[in-house]
C-alpha cells in the first residue's frame, strides 16, 4: 500500500483532487464568468444585434450573498415564473423605494417591499421584466455583472446606469397616486 502512494503520479492526482471543493467553491462563491444573451439588455449588452455573437462578462457571486446592490447594478437572477431560465437585468429600485411603472404593470406605482427589488431590461421594448411580474426576491438574484470580457473592443466595468425619474425615495408614508399620476413622462 506504501507503494502506492509513493508513485509520483498518484500523489499528482490526489493532491489535485484535493483542490476540487475549493475549486466549487470558488466558483459558487466568488468569481466566475457567463454570456449575455438576447436584447433585453442592448445597448449595455449585445449591442450589435448579431445573434451568433454573445458579450462574455465576469459575475461577482458574492453580492448575491450579502444582497449589498445600488440603483443601477446589473445583475443575473432566476426568472420569476420560470425558475429553470436565467436572466440579466438592472435594478431599478429597491426595497422602500417607490417605482413609477411602465405598461404592462396594472398599477401607475407601487412601493417595493422589504426583501424585494424592481428590475428592468435597458430596452424597455423588448424586455420581460418587473413591468411584466413585478417586484422580484432578493434571493432569486444569482450574481452582479461588474465587467464585459468579450468582446475586446468593449473591455471595461459595466455602465452604472440609475433611472431616477422613475424612483422615488420618501422618508415618511405618502399617498403617491394622490400627489402624481406619472403614467405620461
Request: charged share 20%; with cysteine.
Amino acid at each position: 500500500m506504501s507503494q502506492f502512494f509513493s508513485n509520483t503520479a498518484v500523489r499528482t492526482i490526489l493532491v489535485t483532487a484535493s483542490w476540487i471543493p475549493v475549486a466549487i467553491f470558488c466558483l459558487d462563491h466568488g468569481f466566475t464568468i457567463g454570456s449575455i444573451h438576447g436584447r433585453s439588455m442592448q445597448p449595455t449588452f449585445n449591442p450589435d444585434s448579431n445573434k451568433l455573437c454573445h458579450d462574455i462578462v465576469l459575475l461577482n457571486r458574492a453580492a448575491a450573498i450579502t444582497h449589498k446592490y445600488k440603483r443601477g447594478d446589473v445583475v443575473t437572477l432566476y426568472l420569476p415564473d420560470d425558475p429553470d431560465k436565467i436572466i440579466a437585468k438592472r435594478i431599478i429600485a429597491l426595497e422602500g423605494d417607490t417605482i413609477f411603472t411602465l405598461p404592462p404593470y396594472s398599477e401607475k406605482c407601487l412601493r417595493i417591499p422589504k426583501g424585494y427589488c424592481w428590475v428592468e431590461g435597458d430596452d424597455t421594448f423588448h424586455s420581460k421584466d418587473s413591468n411584466t411580474f413585478g417586484p422580484v426576491p432578493l434571493g432569486l438574484i444569482r450574481s452582479k455583472v461588474t465587467f464585459i470580457l468579450w468582446p475586446f473592443s468593449r473591455f471595461g466595468k459595466v455602465p452604472h446606469i440609475e433611472k431616477p425619474e422613475r424612483v422615488s425615495v420618501f422618508l415618511g408614508d405618502v399617498n403617491l397616486l394622490n400627489i402624481f399620476d406619472r403614467r405620461d413622462f
